[in-house]
């Protein structure tokens, strides 16, 4: 029976927060499609990829509101609105949305992550101890965020109050206020005990956070599976495929490629020509991909160019895109590669970062479902799909997740398992 539904703006949030059930051995389910269809019985928490955060703030309101009145007419107990940690996309109006369609005077809003290193403190966010809006998600090209107040930047959005708290003690009575309700949290056991005051009285109908307040609910919910602790086994060769660019990842990437990584820099042409890899020149290409594939155990196909990405914007320009058209072209030219590639004997464990790569790699290869199997460390999800009677393994992140020498110990980490294995 269902019991929990999540809407999350984003392929890799979704993930990052089914993980936190799954892992647990709660049937859990991750889809991309907009709706209830086709869920399994057994299934106790259905997230659904919306793809709202890159939608106008109407847009993605209405997706969101449409959601959760479908939700709350089929009788789900309650609804939990996924957040981006660094409060990135359209938190405003989709809280909103969620608020006026459940017909509730309040909605808790709990957005830290402690786990990585991000905090609410006095009503504002903070990144590592960095304001939100001066941490280089304040300077995303896509989606920057603009302030660290979280009642101001709820309200550039939509009308409804919205009240901040500290965080609060387990045997507190939680306050009464009608509208958005946000609370602080500098740690995890911070959170843990807001929630277990929120939840004194019965699970609330509607709450919102990222993956770092999702952790406790499998508890707060008192929802119970196993904990195997067995990952799939993994291939030590990994295929990273990139589309984000967060400082964070590109970070990421110069140090894989000082431990050892092959780095390959897609051309302006791959990444903004549609059908590009279908052309005589593109096929070629794409077989020089291969190549490198079958040589390289360890490879990257990034999406940035060398420094500030400026050829690739020269060359937008000159074709006369848009920021909104740059970004879905880059992320459907790596899909592109992918569809070109994971038929490949060499192909091993992929690694996907950013949401618009994971969500247009599986559209490449018309995957709908992907499964969270476990953590690997905060933030960094290792599931697992389908694709032509195969089973392949992928490894998920956000742009902004993980520390910059993530890629070679993700290395060690397969290299160690895969001999663990032949023990």
Not at 70 to 78: E, L, M, R
Not at 135 to 148: I, L, Q, W, Y
Not at 218 to 243: D, F, K
Not at 287 to 304: C, F, K, R, T, V
């Amino acid at each position: 029976m269902l019991r929990l539904l999540i809407l999350a703006d984003d392929f890799t949030g979704a993930l990052d927060t089914g993980v936190r059930f799954a892992a647990r051995g709660i049937p859990t389910q991750v889809v991309t499609a907009e709706g209830f269809a086709d869920v399994p019985e057994q299934t106790e928490v259905l997230v659904i990829d919306t793809e709202t955060r890159h939608l106008s703030p109407e847009e993605a309101s209405n997706r969101i509101y449409a959601l959760t009145l479908s939700a709350i007419q089929a009788g789900i107990s309650c609804i939990y609105k996924k957040t981006d940690s660094a409060l990135r996309g359209n938190v405003g109006a989709e809280l909103a949305a969620v608020l006026r369609a459940s017909t509730v005077e309040r909605l808790s809003f709990l957005p830290a992550f402690p786990q990585i290193g991000r905090t609410t403190e006095g009503g504002r966010h903070y990144i590592n101890g960095i304001p939100v809006n001066e941490s280089p998600f304040g300077k995303d090209p896509f989606e920057p965020v603009k302030t660290a107040e979280l009642a101001e930047l709820i309200k550039e959005q939509s009308q409804v109050q919205v009240h901040s708290f500290p965080a609060l003690h387990s045997e507190d009575v939680p306050p009464k206020q009608r509208g958005i309700l946000v609370f602080d949290a500098k740690t995890e056991e911070e959170l843990l005990e807001s929630g277990r005051a929120l939840f004194r009285a019965g699970a609330p109908r509607v709450l919102a956070g990222c993956a770092g307040f999702a952790a406790f609910l499998p508890e707060l919910l008192g929802m119970t599976g196993y904990e195997s602790g067995v990952l799939p086994r993994l291939s030590p060769r990994l295929l990273v495929l990139c589309g984000s660019v967060n400082p964070i990842t590109r970070r990421q990437l110069q140090v894989a490629a000082e431990f050892g990584f092959r780095h390959i820099r897609l051309t302006p042409p791959q990444k903004l020509i549609p059908g590009y890899f279908e052309t005589t020149e593109g096929r070629a290409e794409l077989h020089g991909l291969a190549e490198q594939l079958a040589e390289y155990p360890l490879l990257m196909i990034d999406s940035n160019d060398e420094g500030d990405n400026a050829a690739t914007k020269k060359y937008a320009a000159h074709m006369g895109l848009s920021i909104e058209d740059v970004r879905c072209r880059v992320a459907a030219g790596l899909g592109a590669v992918l569809s070109g590639l994971i038929e490949h004997p060499d192909l091993g464990t992929l690694l996907l970062t950013g949401g618009d790569t994971l969500l247009q790699c599986m559209n490449a290869l018309g995957v709908r479902k992907v499964e969270p199997v476990g953590e690997l460390e905060s933030g960094i999800v290792l599931c697992r799909f389908s694709y032509r009677g195969k089973e392949h393994a992928v490894i998920t992140k956000s742009g902004g997740f993980g520390e910059e020498d993530l890629l070679p110990r993700l290395a060690r980490f397969l290299e160690k398992k895969t001999e663990g294995e032949k023990k």
